[in-house]
């Protein structure tokens, strides 16, 4: 049971939108700031957002983040069967000892 | 460029200590703490703990906390995740990660570890 609450599935056409989203609470996404990953199969998880909305360099702008309170959400336009994988939200928890969590992931699938 | 490189693959036996690595490269070491994440097979990611290559001071994940070791070397610039006496459960991948800006930029490739008697 993942401290982070993240749909397990989502799916979309090429070309269109998807969002993802990630609950957490005032100990965690409330107080700190959050990051999204992408994993495709069988490598290791890629950095797609950090800080709530920010990209590192290299991320293409069809990958947007927000945060609202205690939940966060990843946004995909124009998506790609390249895309499909699992993604992932991640932040930092203040509960007892400061830690890092992430959510269950969430696997986007292209139709 | 940055690169983490984490030691090959492992097949242990239950009972039996293991001690696997990630070496930097690329960047000053020391001036980056280096996590560890686990993820067992078709399972999420689970952060298992930090620490400062610097003076190595860690901190753990409260469902690792005693089941683990993190430990650096900032002489060879190489983080290290140990285990004393290993389970069928601690069966997983294991990545390293260079925290920056609460966040992870960079991943090592990951280790396989496999615990089967």
């Known amino acids: 049971q993942s401290v982070l609450t993240q749909p397990p599935s989502v799916s979309a056409a090429p070309g269109q939108k998807v969002t993802i989203s990630c609950s957490g609470s005032s100990s965690n996404i409330g107080n700190n700031y959050v990051s999204w990953y992408q994993q495709l199969p069988g490598t290791a998880p890629k950095l797609l957002i950090y800080?709530?909305?920010k990209r590192p360099s290299g991320i293409p702008d069809r990958f947007s983040g927000s945060k609202s309170g205690t939940s966060a959400t990843l946004g995909i336009t124009g998506l790609q069967t390249g895309d499909e994988a699992d993604y992932y939200c991640g932040t930092w928890d203040s509960s007892l000892s400061a830690h890092v969590v992430f959510g269950g992931g969430t696997k986007l699938t292209v139709l | 460029e940055v690169q983490l490189v984490q030691s090959g693959a492992e097949v242990k036996k239950p009972g039996e200590s293991l001690r696997i690595s990630c070496k930097g490269s690329?960047?000053?070491?020391?001036?980056?703490?280096i996590s560890w994440v686990r993820q067992m097979p078709g399972k999420g990611l689970e952060w298992m703990g930090r620490i400062d290559p610097s003076d190595s001071y860690t901190n753990y994940s409260p469902s690792f906390q005693g089941h683990v070791t993190i430990s650096a070397d900032k002489s060879i610039s190489t983080a290290y995740l140990q285990w004393s006496s290993l389970k069928a459960s601690d069966t997983a991948m294991y990545y390293c990660?260079?925290?920056?800006?609460?966040?992870?930029?960079?991943w090592g490739q990951g280790t396989l570890v496999t615990v089967s008697s």
């Open positions: 990660a260079r925290l920056e800006s609460y966040s992870y930029e960079f």
């Open positions: 690329g960047y000053s070491f020391t001036s980056y703490w």
């Open positions: 800080e709530n909305n």
